[in-house]
Each structure stands twice: as structure tokens, then as C-alpha cells.
């Protein structure tokens, strides 16, 4: 029964003594037998009795024993984890039975608490106690603790050092045998019901196991005893009445199906197994080449499997594991699951190597050399695989090597690691010489090198030693080889050993990239890592540690050095190509020339042996080319100072021209100033039972001008962009946005940016913005104008171009044209004298570059383009450069409108010429003539490709005529053409496998001749000589019958006046002679004709009187009258119409040619009335009188396209 009460009832003397915060209160009755404790955990806990009247006398005790069968009232003033309760009974039992018979708990009693019962067993010697589990849920036994809130354990006492067996509830053990004394406990979580028996209790004497077994000869077990267990015999049949038994021993071999008496009822428990095998091994196999398991073999004790392989001389084992693999682990440590495996090896020096493997790992094979045995420790009743791993054996697959070292050159072989087992011998036997450790090859003679081991680069590595010995003014041979067969896989140290003259200096020159130096404990990324040592008379002394690539330029080391370059294994030898040459005479250590790298950095420099002691009475220079317009300063970052015998520590700083500056390492060093410069560093006689000289410095380099600063603000500028590019023509300018150096900055549209110029001219930087046009629907699409806006005014550059990115919409086209009217393309013979447009389709290919004033009237193309205007002086013209508009969508990727011109032939390119046209791509020309005119089409160039699929195709169509004037492909050619009319240029490619498709067309107009016109004049010259002839004739008679003879006379700007001639007495104002009765219509077009004998002939005629019929003047006349001479008109297109199928097409079913009116047949001029038929032309207007309907009308021409 729990209660929990208000402190009021715990008494009030109580109350304040005591702390009754928690105020558990509860009341218990203690059966009998039992040994009911609870004890507290805590020191401030108590444990209280509460009687008397009204709970009045209350006992408090750190710990208290519950009297059996006494009803207790108890209270406890902390919670309920702050004690522990134990229930103890003692069992007590004879040969053959135990009181009590069963181990009883007490369910109710004080379940709010952890409780232990406990359980001590005794029994007489010789006697087995059993525990019968009651509930049928069986134990399992763990290592660790239970989840169900139920933990037994089971203790031996008299086996010391042996832990308690712990079991759970829930496993198949349903029976305990115990020895004459053991303890059974069982710990429960608090509110946890306990079944009030557990176990059943009996008791016998001991019955000895009795295990079966069979062992091959093969085979050895030994079955050992723990001396802490308790003494039990193991006993099988021998050859007399007796068995043969040992209490601590047995060795088992070559049986079958004998039987293994132990005297005790669970030798598991005190016996070890061990089963030993031999594999015997040659250079070829290994038998048996599969190590068994027999998993049923002493199931129930632990074993351990021993495998010893005997190995041959110069023969390598291979272990084969399970497909689970092995991994690695300490000799020393187990494994979780307890199966372990050990291998041991013997080396050739006689020392053994022990490693520690456990399930579960990537490890599945092992290469061993040398006898080796194998153990596989099992836990008890443990289930395996009947396989523990396979073996194999083979010839030891050594490497061998045939060396001959240069001239000059030793060669060291060294050992690195010390396993796996491997030697490195020279020559072949019986004059082989071999070695564990060392080899040294100088003799220059083909030499054999063999390694005993198959993988010697993992435990060797090689050491190329060459000696280079200077006159006092030259270095013989090359310092270092591009690339060496030597030992290519493994680790490699070359080493140079360097000497001069002793007053002289060796100089190493790093002409292309330099070098950096690094802490000497350090390596290179590249893993090529250099050294530069000096010998002195004190010792060497290590100059610095390298890597390639950085500001130092040349070192040079006074006498004697080593100059050192480590490479790894599989590394391809990269190494610096560095020169020696012989320095001049010095006093110094060292001297390092350094390069001070442009813009801002920090460079490091140690001081030689650093961390370690700057050698004494020594000095070391290091020169310090600065750029110029740059600022240095020295720091000295990590220092140490010596104490000095004789002499002080100097830092010297000198610059030529000047005085020396001497300084102490704890001065103010060298800040913000300009110039090269060296710093010297000298040591003196130094304490050296004491630290040494210690110097880490760096130089830092910034730039000494001052930025142009410049906010590009683009925020309102949704569509243009702005690019500055550092072109490095001078090495002073730096370019950087937002305190970020870069070579090229694009500030994108809508953003801003702050732009730093530091040390820049116009000539350094270029300067390129860009913008974007579009809309979303053709419908929605504005005309623009491409202008140039004006930038911010910081950015004082001049423009090198801009770029007008046009986005056309769905199912749309972009049409250019030119703002004066027409566009010409730039090609070879065609070129524009002033700056041009390049125009490209989005993904960069060349549509073209164009200019104004040219035949072009409109370039259409179907993808979106990029019109760059570049070459400008933008100050003074910033645009308009070109009209962009938006049409209905194409069929062909770009059509150009053209009119050419009588001035000079107009050239045609396809785009990108020369290099070729896009794959799968059409191009149309629609070529408008002028009236009266026709066409020469040449093909200047052409250049065809091999195509891979489909062809190519020029084609040549008159303006509205369906028929092809001509058609060419990739394998014909293409032959000049006479056009009589506005016609179509159409030239399609192909996807080609070789070469480009591109051609170069001419356009050379002629005019037109009049074939009508030329007829109908002969054949009327031809009536009109035939009327001549018969007046001829008829004259000719009437002159015959008058025989006066008359002259006459010729006045050119008077009347004709013949003498005696009386027919006609009146000037001809005032007589009628011009006056016919009808008019030969045959003879108007007599003067047409211009045969020089039949108008002289007429002339010669018609001396007489004037007749009464027409006749032609044929004199001179008094000047040439004005013509009037009207240009001819632009013929109108009103579209553009390819190639197609007339049912697709939108032009009109016949042509119509625009001509002049003048031309045409229903229009007179009533001027030349006059000229043709009175002689006089009148320079009146035109008097138009339709005589007939336009029979000859110029097809219209649309500016729709298909």
C-alpha cells in the first residue's frame, strides 16, 4: 500500500529537522525467510519508521532491515531512485534435494523501487544444483543489460576473476546447473510485476558429459583447463580396466567415435579447445589447400583453430578469406562477435609479425612470406561456415632491374619501411650480393638489381646522387634530365652535390617560373619539393625548402652545396629547368634574388635552418626588385634572439645610391616606401647552449596610385549592359569592382556596380556595352531605332563598340533597313568606306556586315541577331544605324531585297563568306531590275561541299513565273545567266561531311533592245523606198520634156529661191503648197532609214519646184531642239514570293511590269504630231489621249513572303 501525505501528519518537532519535501509514505508487511533491506543512495536520504499515536514517533535511518512478518509503516523524504531495496534468502541444499524447493519473490513489496532478490545456493561438495525455469519464457545469455526491465545473473564465488554470467528472459535456456555454491540474482525496474516463483530447486550428485568425437590424423585437439575453474577430469578408455584421466590436460588425435568422460557437469565452462592443423606447402600448391572447420566438433567450448603452413625458400603464401573480407584490428584487442583472427609469420631475421584481423572488413587475401600459422578463435556454440579460408603458394615474385648509373652518379637504394620481408640484391649468383637494408651502385657497367619481393618501391626507396665539380668560370653538363628511366616507381630523391672555388659562389638561375619558398618541414602540391643546403665548416646548413613556381629568381650559396629534389613514387619526374653557373666572389652565406610579383601580396621568407639556429658569424642577402608604382613593407613576423659572445645581430637594409640603414630585430622595420632594395641579415657569435638566431619575414607589396573610382548605375537601364575588359598592354593598370581585381567586368543590366580604374589610360582598357530588343507578340512589336544612349560620365573611355541584341517573338521575323534608305554589304570589291554593322544570328554566325547607301533595300532574317557598330567615334555619332521592325514569320533563314543599280555591278554573298553557309539553311535574294533593263547573273565563286545528307541548291526564278530559269546541285556547275527581269536568287545547303557551301554572285545590268520597233522601222523604210523610187521615176520624165535648164541656190536661214521658177510665186507662209490633198502614210517613216546613197540620192532629186506631196526635210537645221527626257520609275514590290507551288503562293497569276507612261500604248503625245508630220516639234505639255486599253502592265510585286 503507497500513500502520500501532507507534512502536517509527519508531527510538527519533525518538521523541522527534517525535510519532508517528497513525503512518500508507505506500509509494508516483510514475509518470513527473506532478509528485506533498503538503503539509501544519497547521504541526505533517510529511511523512517512512523508509529505511534497519530503518527507521532517517527525513527529515521540511513538503511533499515525489514523485521519478517511485522507491519511497518515507513516514510521516505527523497524520490524514489535515491534508494535501492535487496531482498536476500539463502537455499540450502543436500545431495539430493534443496530447502526451500523453489526461490520465491515477493511481488508486492515496495514496488516503487529497483529491487534485487537474491538467491545464495549451497550444496555439499561434489553436487550439482538445478534452477528449472517456471514462467516458460526460457534465458538467453548477454553481455549486456536487458530491455524488459528483468536482469538474472549467475556467480560462482570460488572462480575469482570471472565475471558474472548475465541472462535476459526470452531465450531457450529453460535449465541452470550450478556448482556446491553459487548466487542467483535477479534486478528489477521499479513497477515491474514479478511473478511470485521463478525457479525450481533441486539438487544430485554430480553426473559427468560425455561428448563422441572423431578426429582425422591430421588433426591434433588439446583440451585444456582453466586453473581458476574448478577442478574437474577429463577421462577416456585406455587399454587396461583403468581410464586415462587428467585434471588439467588432454591431447586427441587419430580417433574415431571415442568417447571424452568429464567428471564435472559443465566442463564448457572449464575446459579450452583447441584444434591444430599442418598445410604443407611447395612452390606450387599447398595441401590441403582448403582449411575446415567441423563447426559440431566440442560445439559447446570455446576453440580456437591452428593452422601451421610450412613454407619453402623464396615462396609466397596467399590467404584467401571469406567473401565478407577481414579488417584489421590490434593484436590485443577482441572482436565483437568473438571470432578472431590471428596471423603470425617468421621473417628472415627470425622475428615473428602478429596481426589481428575480425569479421566484416575489406582485407579478403594476404600475400605472406615466410612459415606462418593461422589461429581462428570460436566462441562457445558458435555456427560457422565450413570453410575458415583457402591457400595457395607460388614462386616469390621478385623484380628485377638492369641499372648502369651515368658518369658522375651513384645510385642508393635505402630501405623506407620495414615490412613487408624483402631484400634488394646486386649481381647474379654465386657473385650475388644481397642486403635487408642498403645498396650502392657506382660502378658505370650494365649492373642486375633484384628486390626479393614483388612490390620493392613499398620499402625502398633510391637515392640519385650526382657530383658536379666547377672551374672558376663554368659548370660542366646539364643539371637536370626532362626525364629519367630510373627507378620511375619509386620514391626518388635526386640530389646534385655542388662545389666551386672556395671564394666563389655557385649560382642556380630559375628563369621561367620561379620559385617560392615554403616552411622546410613542409611539401609541394606538385609533389616535386626542392632543397638548397650549404656545407659549412659548423655543419650543413639548410638555405630554404621550394616549390615551383614564384618570386625568387636565382640563388646563390658561397663553396660547397647540395641542391635536393624529392619526387614520389609513380610521379612523372616535371622538375625545374634551373641552370648553374658560377657565381661571383662573396662574403655571404646565401644570396636570393626575389622578383616582387605586381599588385597586392605577401611573401615569406625563413631564415635559413629556420625554425632551427641561423649559423654564427654568417650573413645571408636577399635583393628585392619591386615593381614600379608599388609600395613595400617589411614585417617580422616570428623572431628569435640570440645572446651574444661577441658581435650583435644587424639587419642592414640597402638601396642603390643611398646609405645603408642599419637596424635591430626589434625596430621599426621599413614601411610604404618605393625601390628595389637588399636586406642583410647577420649573426654573431652566439651562447649556443642557448636559442639561437630565429627570423620569419614577410614583404608586402601594394600598389602606390591612386583609383579613379567610377558607379556605373544601370538600375533604370532594364535592357542594357556594360563591359570593361583590361587589355594588360600595361602591366601598372588594375581594373576592380567592388574591391575585387579583375581583367573583365560586366556590369549586367539593371544592376550597379562601383568600378576602380588604378593606373589606367585609355589605350589599357575597351569599352563595350550592349542592349536588348524585344517583344512578346509581332503584334505588340514597336519599330526601333538603333541609337547608341549615352553611359555615365565616369566611365571616360572611349566606346569600342555596341551591340543591339534583337529577340524576335514566336512565328516572327526581324526586318532591317537601312535609316537612308538602302544598305550595301562590304565584301571584296564591294567594300564600304566607312565604318560597318556586323550583323549575326544569335549563336554568333556571320549574317554580314553592311553599310549605308547600296542596293540592299531590306535584310529579313528568321532567329534572333546581334547588330555590333563598332569603329565609331560614338561622341559624334551615336546612331541612328539601322530601323529594326518585326514581321510574320519566314520560311527562309534570311532574305535580302535588292535593286541593283547601272552605276557599277552589285555583288551577292552568302552569309559568313568565306567560310560557308549553316547546315540545313536557305537564302533568298529577291532582285528587283529597272524598266528596259536586264541582267548578267555570275557566279564569281562558288565553293561545294561533300554533302552527308541532302544537297545543295542554287536556283534561279523570274519574278511570278513558276518555271526555273535554273537549278543547280552540289555536283553541277553553275553556269552564268541573262535575266531579262526582276527574278528570284534561292541557294540552299546541306548537312556536309567536308567543306562549306558559299558563293559570290555578280549582278551586271545591260539595257534592253527593241526588236519590235527595229522591224516595223525596216519594213517601213522599205514601203517608203519603193514610193520614192516611182516619184523618182515620174519626175525624172517631166524634166525630160522641159529642157531649161535652172540653178539654184541654197539659203540656210532664208527660203529656197529658184530663178525662172514660176509655180510657186509666193513665199511658202503665203501659199498653199503645204497644204495635201492626202498623205502616203507609207512614207512617214521614211526618214527612219539611214542609208547615206538613197538620202543623197533624194537630195539630189528634188531640185525642182515644190510638189504637191510630202517630202522629207532633209537639210540642216537651224540647232537641236530641247528633249525632254523623264526618269524612268522605281518599279514597286509590293512583296517577296520564293520558290513554290503556284496554289501556295501569294502572287498574282500573271506578271505586271511597271512602265513609264510615255511608253505605253494608250498614251500620245500630241507634240510629236508636230515633229513627225509638219516637221516642228512643239515644246508644249503633255496632251495624253488614250488610244488603248494597258496591255502590257507590270506585275505587282507583294511585300508578303511565303
Known sequence: MRVYTSCALMGLCFLAALDFSACLQTVVTAASGPTVNVQRKLESCTVCTVSGVNDTDVNCHPSLTLEPDVELKLLFNCEEGSYTVTIDRTIECTKDTCSPTTLETQPSLLTEFSRTFTWALKAPEKTVMSLDVLDNKGLIESSESCSNGFQF?????????????????????????????????????????????????????????????????????????????????????????????????????????????????????????????????????????????????????????????????????????????????????????????????????????????????????????????VTFDVPKGSDMDGT????????????????????????????????????????????????????????????????????????????????????????SGNIVQAETLLFPDFNRTFTWDLKVVATRAFQLDFPELGMRQIP???????????????????????????CKGGPITTILARYKGRMVLHVPGDGKLDPVDFKLNVGPETN???????????????????????????????????????????????????????????????????????????????????????????????????????????????????????????TVDLTKHKALSVEVQNLGSALDCEVSVDAAVQDKIKVAAGSAARLSFLDCTDDDLRLTASEVIGCPTVGSCVPSVLTVPTLDSCLWMPLHSFTWHVRIPQNGTVDLVSPTGTLKQS?????????????????????????????????????????????????????????????????????YKVSPTTMSPTLLATPNWPQGMKPSSTISWMVTLPSQYKAQLQFVNVSQPKCVDQHTAITVKMLGQEEEMMSRQEDEKAEDLMVPGSFYLNMSNCIPEQENFGAVAKIVLEKK????????????????????????????????????????????????????????????????????????????YGHLLRDSSYSGSIQDHFNGKPMDTYHTFTGPTDGTLPVIAEPDPEPEMDGFNTFLNPAESFMPPRPRTPINRQDSLG????????????????????????????????????????
Request: charged share 20%; hydrophobic share 35%; proline share 6%.
Open 1009 to 1084: 533592245i527593241n526588236i519590235l520597233a527595229i522591224v516595223l522601222g525596216v519594213l517601213g523604210a522599205l514601203i517608203l523606198l519603193a514610193i520614192i523610187v516611182a516619184v523618182v521615176i515620174v519626175v525624172m520624165k517631166k524634166k525630160k520634156s522641159k529642157k531649161n535648164k535652172e540653178a539654184s541656190i541654197y539659203i540656210g536661214k532664208g527660203s529656197l529661191f529658184r530663178p525662172g521658177d514660176g509655180h510657186f510665186p509666193k513665199a511658202r507662209s503665203n501659199n498653199e503648197s503645204h497644204v495635201y490633198d492626202s498623205i502616203d502614210e507609207m512614207m512617214v
Open 588 to 710: 655571404m652565406l646565401a644570396i636570393m634574388k626575389v622578383n616582387l610579383p605586381r599588385g597586392v601580396s605577401d611573401t615569406e621568407f625563413p631564415s635559413p635552418n629556420f625554425p632551427g639556429d641561423f649559423p654564427d658569424l654568417q650573413q645571408m642577402q636577399w635583393d628585392f626588385n619591386v615593381p614600379s608604382m608599388h609600395n613595400y613593407t617589411v614585417h617580422f613576423m616570428d623572431h628569435t634572439e640570440p645572446e651574444c659572445l661577441e658581435g650583435d645581430v644587424m639587419v642592414e637594409y640597402q638601396k642603390e645610391a643611398q646609405k645603408a640603414t642599419i637596424l635591430s630585430l626589434t625596430d621599426p622595420q621599413p614601411k610604404h616606401q618605393q625601390g628595389d632594395f637588399s636586406l642583410v641579415l647577420k649573426n654573431c657569435e652566439t651562447n649556443r647552449t642557448l636559442q639561437g638566431l630565429a627570423l620569419n619575414y614577410k614583404v608586402s607589396v601594394m600598389r602606390s596610385g591612386h583609383p579613379v573610382l567610377c
Open 520 to 546: 622546410n618541414e613542409e611539401t609541394c602540391p606538385s609533389d616535386h619539393t626542392y632543397s638548397v643546403i650549404i656545407y659549412l665548416r659548423t655543419g650543413p646548413a639548410t638555405v630554404g625548402t621550394f
Open 388 to 475: 575458415a579460408f583457402s591457400v595457395g603458394a607460388a614462386a616469390r615474385a621478385g623484380r628485377l632491374l638492369s641499372v648502369t648509373p651515368d658518369p658522375d652518379t651513384i645510385i642508393i637504394i635505402n630501405r623506407m619501411n620495414q615490412e613487408p620481408d624483402c631484400s634488394v640484391c646486386m649481381d647474379q649468383p654465386p657473385n650475388q650480393v644481397c642486403s635487408d637494408n642498403f645498396l650502392q651502385l657506382r660502378d658505370l657497367r650494365n649492373t642486375t638489381v633484384e628486390f626479393t619481393c614483388p612490390r620493392p618501391q613499398d620499402v625502398f626507396n633510391v637515392e640519385i646522387n650526382r657530383e658536379i665539380d666547377c672551374t672558376e668560370i663554368s659548370c
Open 1163 to 1202: 498614251f500620245q503625245d500630241s507634240r510629236m504630231v508636230d515633229n513627225e508630220l509638219y516637221t516642228f516639234k512643239s515644246t508644249g505639255d503633255f496632251n495624253t489621249i488614250r488610244l488603248s486599253a494597258d496591255l502590257d502592265a507590270q506585275p505587282s510585286v507583294l511585300e508578303e513572303t511565303l
Open 153 to 373: 545473473s549467475v556467480d560462482i564465488p570460488k572462480t575469482s576473476g570471472q565475471d558474472k554470467t548475465l541472462y535476459c528472459r526470452g531465450g531457450s535456456v529453460a535449465r541452470l546447473d550450478l556448482s556446491n555454491e553459487a548466487i542467483v540474482s535477479l534486478l528489477v525496474e521499479p513497477n515491474t510485476l514479478v511473478d511470485s516463483v521463478l525457479f525450481q530447486a533441486s539438487a544430485g550428485p554430480i553426473k559427468g558429459q560425455t561428448v563422441v568425437v572423431t578426429i582425422d590424423p591430421s588433426t591434433t585437439v588439446v583440451l585444456s583447463r582453466d586453473v581458476q575453474e574448478p577442478e574437474c577430469e577429463i577421462c577416456t578408455p585406455a587399454a587396461g580396466s583403468n581410464p586415462d584421466c587428467s585434471s588439467k590436460k588432454k591431447m586427441l588425435t587419430n580417433v574415431e567415435n571415442l568417447s571424452v568422460e568429464f567428471s564435472c557437469s559443465n566442463p564448457e565452462g572449464v575446459f579450452s579447445v583447441t584444434v591444430t592443423e599442418k598445410i604443407e606447402c611447395t612452390q606450387m600448391s599447398c595441401s590441403p589447400a582448403v582449411a575446415k572447420v567441423n563447426s559440431s566438433l566440442f560445439k559447446d567450448f570455446k576453440r580456437s583453430f591452428l593452422w601451421n603452413i610450412s613454407v619453402p625458400d623464396k615462396t609466397v603464401i596467399t590467404l584467401n578469406f571469406p567473401a565478407d573480407g577481414l579488417k584489421v584490428v590490434p593484436a590485443t584487442e577482441g572482436c565483437e562477435d568473438g571470432h578472431q583472427y590471428s596471423v603470425s609469420t617468421k621473417k628472415n631475421n627470425g622475428k615473428i609479425k602478429r596481426s589481428g584481423y575480425c569479421r566484416g572488413g575489406t582485407v579478403s587475401r594476404l600475400d605472406l612470406l615466410g612459415t606462418t600459422s
Open 827 to 895: 565584301l571584296q570589291g564591294q567594300a564600304c568606306s566607312h565604318p560597318a554593322l556586323h550583323v549575326a544570328e544569335e549563336d554568333g554566325f556571320s549574317v554580314g556586315d553592311f553599310c549605308s547607301n547600296g542596293p540592299i533595300q531590306k535584310v529579313q532574317v528568321h532567329s534572333n541577331v546581334s547588330v555590333t557598330a563598332s569603329g565609331q567615334d560614338f561622341t559624334k555619332n551615336k546612331g541612328p544605324f539601322l530601323n529594326v521592325s518585326m514581321s510574320q514569320e519566314i520560311r527562309e533563314t534570311i532574305i
